[in-house]
């Protein structure tokens, strides 16, 4: 852990001890400069015994290529830090614990989706279990509870928020500033800019390479600024293949590395058979909306605003289906009519919670066009609609709708204070 820096405490830490009580492997994964590392040199610091070795450390490296079994031998709990670097201890680990059926073995980190590396030979089914770590959340930053996606589910329509007295002004900024712990310690969005554009340089330069071999570099970087342009919109292949002058399987490919590399996310299309009419393509969002604001250039367009925006809100809603309660998927709603939801929540039970958002601060009967069209197909399944928007006030807009202050995100829970119940 870095001295001089504020620790700020991470919702997956509790996962991950959760799961090494009662599994062999656990990894965590997720995008460069999350902060991986050092989660997972805090929950070792609560290990009797642990050990700890980083692989960007060349001798470290050089140890565990040159005798990987004898570079696994512990007693207790090891740490290996950016496993992804030395491929062949992928297989080690699969035979040490194949033989030793003991929980809370191995505690790997690594900067991309492990089974999407090409030199990675083999996964661990039913020895590992991968917990995602994504950006900082606005109530980790904050030390809100981080509890929309639950307080929703159990609530529904009669969840409210705690008052802030955010601004419209104050969520672009937010947005802006993204999730990245180094971004975040950055008041100055100069400053700011300056990670990021060392953050790309340095995914390109080392994550894509992990993943496979690009030959035009300039390709990605291109496509990375028209994705930008299109943040929160539909993934129209053909369109990006045309303007880049390549074909659209090159684009799929390249689509596909970045989402392995944790930049994007791809939101899938949501139907059901009352839903017909639904459209099937995906939605792109960027991983950190702070990333997304500086390749797109900061929100400064008024055409970029509402994108970030709502880049912003799924970005906050995705980290949360990794720790909440309610087992749920993010999809996307849109459909031939022109009916569109933008982030919709189904559960396992198939109960729906759907949410739109306006990059606004007033809110019109309107803007629940599309949550009442989903309402009226569903009927009992539909738990709740909000309107998400950068307004003050929760406002009720008639049976299972409401409208409320987009820090709802953060600062709701089932049995959080403050949480109001109407």
Known sequence: MREGFEYLARRASGLVREALDDTRVVVVNGARQTGKSTLAEVVLRGVDGGQARFLDRPGTRAAATGDPEGFLRHDGLLLIDEVQRVPDLWLAIKHVVDRDPRPGQFLLTGSARLLGLRDLPDALPGRSETIELWPLSQGEIDGEPDGFVDA???LGPELRAKATGLTKRDYLARAARGGYPEAVRREAPRRRSRFFAGYV?????????QVAEITKSADMRRLLS????????LLNMSRLASELGVSAPTVRSYIDILETVYLIRLVPAWSTNLT??????????F????????????????????????NFVLGELARQLTWSQAS?????????DQYEVDAILESNAGDVVAVEVKAAESVRGDDFRGLRHVQRRLGDRFLAGFVLYCGTESLPFGDGLAALPMSALWTSGPEAPGTQVS
């Open 152 to 154: 929703a589910f159990v």
């Open 226 to 233: 028209l994705l930008a342009a299109q943040t929160s919109g």
């Open 201 to 209: 340089d340095d995914l390109m330069g080392r994550d894509v390479r």
């Open 276 to 285: 017909t009419r639904a459209v099937a393509t995906p939605k792109m969002m």
């Open 287 to 310: 991983v950190d909306s702070g990333l997304a604001a500086h390749l797109g250039g900061d929100g400064a367009r008024p055409e970029t605003v509402g994108p970030l925006i709502e």
């Open 328 to 336: 749920a998927r993010l999809h996307h709603y849109r459909d031939r």
